[in-house]
């Protein structure tokens, strides 16, 4: 037996082994049951990682069947699917042969964090060259091995023949790696067939979640797995000062008590007695806390005084601080977005098991690498000691509580060595720890010249900083802040995100664009769209602003300030739809539009909205999108995507603002933080350019900014009120006697 | 919190384990636990069934939803020993014979309507109870009923035409 083929033996095992996380609960491989007495035992991967390498992405099975390796998370965007759908095409093979393999430290390509709808520009194409390069390969040695020219020879299902002869791809390697290079020039047959790619072929996962089998991380059952909760401290300024430990441990069926330092924690072997026990730990404990909060103040007013780090993003060679004020149009507005929740249906959930000095982690985070690091960072392990694998959880849109779920479980491991830890969040937890999207203010003022072009911009914009994601630093890991070992508060995270999509896509001769980083009160990092939300919402309610001011058609207006064809076609395409929609009284429509990130998917939106008089309650009657993604890869999920983001958005432009008191944030459940619920759900229409040969752009995030903007833009259409001041509900509900509406 | 609740806290949390004798998807399961326990629990932990999620514990979301006795109630303020003879059905025992998907299933895969699936069950199971009340619920019936359940992915537009195409009407 040669070195390869055993080398790649044991690659297999271990990819075994890997997948019995989830076999305990039914989705394991049979082939390696007698193994499950210890399904964290070590595993090394026998090839060194090399995101240039064919075996980086895709392994062949012996039983016929291809996995694929991606360093992206499932978060219900559909990426299992899309990557699996690229794969296939390439290697024509059923996509019901195709695993996917989300990501996990030592085994997956390290593609950072799944975020910023870059899944598909970049793992997606990473799969697809990888899957053609390996079939030429395997074609190439087919061709040897058979004495068949390549031309001659078709491959599918994992099978290549021609000329009455064939040969399995499994036997062709024969154990062996591809220990080959990705080639840039292996032909893609996504496009000269396209059979699988640009199809709406159903998600691979959703048999599992209408059936009820193991999916998410909260779905892992180990044998003698133990349940964790943590008692927080009651305000996140806060430190321990005395605990009656006697008392405590009269509780019944405390498995432990764990502190370290002012973090908190019961175990228990029963889940509803963890959950009991924390309660009843909590009246044994003496905090000592600050009362931070800026309370019953305007945040709008608030942010806007704190000191920041101000920075000019963009002044156009032309820019001239006259052109404004000598325009015979002007025009100024500023604009506020709350502190906003991820609030996942399902609360953060990790699970951790600490033996012989290795930890190993199961997480729904966004990046298992960067979590590792900050995890080596917390708990004072080498990274190769460390172990993390993704398993998906509940829809998240972005950084909310999943690494510090995981941190703190890991902690608790540590204290607990042994045995699986399993710990979950309660929903007041998730809603007063998870890291917000930052408040916001927007501030706009524009000339117009005499025919309604826009003559100079000015954009100021207020922020605390988003994505302040573990990228290997415990700091940012909010167990840290607690366990009293010397790490201070979370850094700053990513700047580029409070600018994003901070510059308006209409072409516009003079820019002056700034941003003003703030500190803010509340915890905050990544939530879907970043600053592009806020960004957007500003940017297109004042470009309806001006075209009001110069009575021109919004969607006109918009086009006038537009090169992009690709662009223009959005707009005009949601003209079409919405022409004949008939508005009835109380009615408006409205419309946004955004190429996110200025470089990704196109999304142009409109909302038509009933707002009533008397009561000031909105109705959203309908949306509609147009949106071009280049080349889609599965329509009905590029679609699902578009459809749960414009809820979303409007779901917060609607009614979503966290609040707090001078201590904490008091929207801890779904009655006090409310979101859109069914029966305000609106109906949706989504039309999809298809660019069949324009590289695919990111999509997951393109809706936000456009789909509130639309509903701000109709609240004005309906009422004459123009909300600048999110959430609209209680926007409205201020002005209602101040601003009459229109006839 | 006051000293007396506090007394009654830890009394209540004092309870013995009990044994008690349920139906669960057709079949008569021993359980043995504090009565209060919430069923979410006891389906989740003691019979290892993943349909039933945990959301918020407050009958707020329904991602935890069951049946009992044919009717969706969240199970997460559901104690045990409430349940009595009543028929306890998930999200695993709708499915038919053979692994058969029940209509309410079909129809979401059909309809695509998830995308994290964090909400799927109790969607689904609300939706059973809708419709073996009424075979031809309307669209307003419809999100009448669902207005119970969370979904954060925003799948709204796509379980209501699930449920709209099993309605008779
Ligand atoms: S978990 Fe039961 S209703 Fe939310
Ligand atoms: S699909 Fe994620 S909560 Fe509904």
């Keep these: 037996m040669g070195k390869n083929q055993q080398s790649r033996r044991a690659f297999i095992q271990s990819l075994g082994v890997l997948a019995l996380g989830f076999s305990m609960s039914g989705t394991g491989c049979s082939r390696f049951k007698k193994e499950q007495a210890d399904p964290s035992a070590p595993k090394i991967r026998t090839r060194e990682l090399d995101m240039e390498e064919i075996d980086s992405w895709l392994v062949i099975r012996e039983d016929g069947r291809v996995t694929i390796m991606t360093g992206k998370m499932e978060l219900g965007q559909g990426i299992t699917t899309a990557i699996a759908q690229v794969a296939a095409e390439e290697l024509h093979m059923n996509m019901s042969l195709i695993d996917v393999h989300l990501a996990e430290t030592g085994y997956t390509p390290d593609e950072g964090y799944t975020a910023g709808s870059r899944s598909i520009e970049t793992s997606a194409m990473s799969v697809r060259r990888a899957a053609a390069s390996a079939r030429e390969y395997l074609l190439e040695m087919a061709s040897q091995e058979l004495s068949i020219p390549k031309i001659a020879l078709t491959i599918e299902d994992g099978q290549i023949g021609g000329q009455g002869k064939s040969t399995t791809i499994y036997t062709l390697l024969n154990g062996k790696y591809f220990e080959t290079k990705i080639s840039s020039d292996a032909p893609l047959y996504a496009n000269a067939e396209r059979k699988i790619v640009g199809q709406s072929v159903a998600r691979m996962d959703i048999n599992s979640m209408v059936t009820g089998k193991s999916h998410f991380i909260h779905d892992l059952r180990f044998p003698a797995m133990v349940h964790a909760r943590i008692v927080r401290p009651p305000a996140q300024a806060a430190k321990l000062t005395s605990v009656d430990t006697q008392a405590i441990s009269k509780l019944p069926g405390l498995a432990k008590f764990i502190r370290v330092g002012s973090l908190v924690a019961v ?117 190769e000691h460390i172990h993390v694998k993704g398993v998906p959880g509940s829809g998240c849109y972005g950084h909310n509580g999943a690494d510090d779920v995981a941190a703190e479980a890991a902690l608790l491991a540590m204290e607990f060595p042994g045995r699986h830890v399993r710990l979950q969040w309660m929903r007041e937890e998730e809603n007063a720890w998870e890291p917000y999207g930052t408040a916001m203010v927007l501030e706009v003022e524009a000339g117009l010249d005499s025919q309604g072009r826009i003559t100079g911009w000015k954009y100021d914009l207020w922020s605390d900083d988003h994505g302040v994601r573990p990228g290997g630093d415990a700091d940012n890991l909010m167990p840290a802040w607690y366990i009293e070992k010397g790490h201070g508060k979370a850094k700053s995270g990513f700047r580029g995100g409070a600018i994003r999509n901070s510059e308006p896509y209409y072409s516009i001769p003079q820019l002056h664009l700034q941003s003003h980083i703030f500190r803010g009160p509340l915890r905050r990092s990544s939530l879907r769209g970043l600053g592009a939300y806020a960004n957007v919402f500003a940017i297109e309610s004042f470009m309806d602003e001006l075209a009001d001011k110069v009575s021109i058609d919004p969607i006109d207006f918009r086009i006038r300030h537009l090169n992009d064809e690709r662009a223009i076609a959005c707009l005009k395409q949601l003209a079409k739809q919405i022409k004949s929609i008939k508005k009835q009284n109380q009615q408006g429509i409205g419309i946004g539009f955004a190429r996110y990130k200025n470089q990704a998917a196109y999304c142009a939106v409109a909302a038509h909205v009933r707002v009533d008089q008397q009561t000031n309650k909105v109705e959203v009657i309908k949306l509609w999108a147009a949106v071009d993604a280049g080349e889609v890869i599965n329509p009905d999920g590029l679609k699902n995507q578009i459809e749960g983001g414009m809820v979303q958005s409007i779901s917060w432009g609607l009614m979503e603002e966290v609040n707090f008191d001078d201590t904490q944030v008091t929207n801890l459940n779904w009655d006090s933080y409310p979101i859109l619920r069914f029966q305000e759900a609106p109906a949706i229409h989504i039309d999809v350019i298809d660019h069949p040969h324009e590289v695919p752009l990111g999509a997951g995030e393109a809706a936000q900014g456009p789909a509130t903007a639309a509903l701000v833009n109709a609240v004005y259409q309906a009422t004459g009120i123009r909300v600048r001041q999110l959430p609209v509900i209680k926007a409205l509900q201020h002005s209602a006697l101040r601003v009459k509406p229109l006839a | 919190m006051d000293w007396k609740s506090f007394y009654n806290y830890l009394t209540n949390f004092n309870t013995m384990e009990v044994e008690f004798k349920i139906r669960v998807n057709g079949v008569s399961r021993r359980i043995k636990a504090d009565p209060e326990t919430p069923m979410l629990y006891i389906l989740r932990n003691n019979l290892t069934l993943n349909g039933p999620k945990f959301g918020c514990g407050l009958a707020q979301c329904g991602a935890c939803m069951m049946l009992i006795d044919g009717v969706a109630v969240p199970s997460c303020t559901y104690p045990l020993q409430n349940v009595g003879q009543s028929e306890v059905t998930t999200l695993e025992g709708l499915s038919q014979e053979g692994g058969k998907l029940h209509p309410v299933q079909q129809s979401f895969f059909e309809e695509q309507a998830a995308q994290c699936g964090y909400c799927t069950n109790g969607l689904i199971m609300a939706s059973v109870a809708l419709l073996r009340r009424k075979s031809d619920p309307s669209e307003t019936e419809i999100r009448a009923e669902l207005q119970r359940n969370i979904c954060r992915c925003g799948i709204h537009a796509r379980a209501i035409r699930a449920v709209k195409k099993l309605s008779d009407r």
């Design chain 1, 267 to 383: 175990i228990a072997e029963d889940e509803y007695q963890a959950i009991k026990l924390a309660k009843a730990v909590s009246y044994f404990l003496a905090w000592d806390y600050q009362k931070a909060l800026p309370a019953n103040r305007s945040l709008m007013q608030y942010i806007r005084s704190l000191p920041a780090d101000s920075k000019m993003d963009k002044k156009s060679e032309a820019w001239s601080d006259h052109t404004i004020a000598n325009s015979p149009v002007r025009h100024r507005a500023a604009y506020f977005k709350p502190y906003i929740m991820h609030a996942a249906n399902g609360p953060s959930c990790g699970i951790a098991r600490y033996a012989d000095g290795r930890l190993w982690v199961w997480t729904h985070s966004q990046g298992v690498y960067p979590l590792r690091g900050a995890l080596a960072d917390l708990v004072g392990l080498a990274e």
